[in-house]
């Protein structure tokens, strides 16, 4: 039991020591706090001393040097404008040559669309006019060699049946059949002179 009183007398006057160390040591701080403030006070105004300026000379000097960097600031804002206003009009300028250029194409294939439809129309014409010219050639030779056949008949008869009348009687009739084919044949000519006339003027 009295070892107890003392082990807790003990430890009593352990935690008094060493709240007494505390409270001295605050103590200290205390005393000390005010030159530390004062001392950080100092530091802190010598920075913004050496951050503001301090006379009217240097106020102006960096109202001088601001206005200075403004101006180059809006210096270079102005040149990029500039380089931005000429770009567009750059690429203006190449969407109007694009744009002609694409007008130049169209306008050339509407010529090209309407040659080629001109073209096929004088061709079929011209078809149509070669197949007019072959009809009237073959039609022409048919008729020429009934002509002919007929002529041919004419004579055999007039030769079976007029053996005992006058051979100019006979050569009369021969000259007769053979002047209309000529005049048969020279029809035909002037028709595919025409023809070919028309042709050509096509």
């Known amino acids: 039991m009295a070892w107890?009183?003392?082990?807790?007398?003990a430890v009593i006057e352990q935690?008094?020591?060493?709240?007494l160390g505390f409270l001295i040591a605050g103590l200290v701080f205390l005393m000390l706090l005010p030159a530390f403030w004062r001392r950080a006070m100092r530091l802190s105004m010598r920075r913004l001393q050496m951050l503001a300026p301090m006379s009217m000379d240097e106020v102006t000097a960096e109202?001088?040097?601001?206005?200075a960097e403004f101006a180059a600031r809006e210096h270079r804002m102005e040149q990029d404008m500039e380089a931005l206003k000429l770009s567009k009009a750059q690429d203006l300028a190449a969407v109007g040559r694009h744009a002609a250029r694409v007008a130049d194409s169209e306008r050339l294939l509407r010529e090209a669309a309407e040659a080629h439809r001109d073209m096929q129309a004088q061709l079929r014409e011209a078809q149509k006019i070669a197949a007019e010219r072959n009809e009237l050639l073959n039609s022409?030779?048919?008729?020429?060699?009934?002509m002919t056949?007929?002529?041919?008949q004419n004579l055999h008869q007039h030769r079976?049946?007029?053996?005992?009348q006058d051979t100019a009687a006979l050569s009369g009739v021969a000259d007769k059949d053979v002047a209309?084919?000529?005049a048969s044949i020279v029809d035909f000519g002037d028709r595919v002179a025409q023809l070919t006339q028309a042709e050509k003027n096509q």
């Open 4 to 9: 107890t009183r003392l082990g807790f007398r």
């Open 15 to 19: 935690a008094m020591y060493f709240a």
């Open 63 to 67: 109202r001088d040097l601001l206005r």
């Open 140 to 146: 022409t030779e048919l008729a020429l060699q009934e």
């Open 149 to 152: 056949m007929r002529a041919s």
């Open 160 to 164: 079976l049946s007029q053996e005992q």
């Open 180 to 182: 209309a084919l000529r």
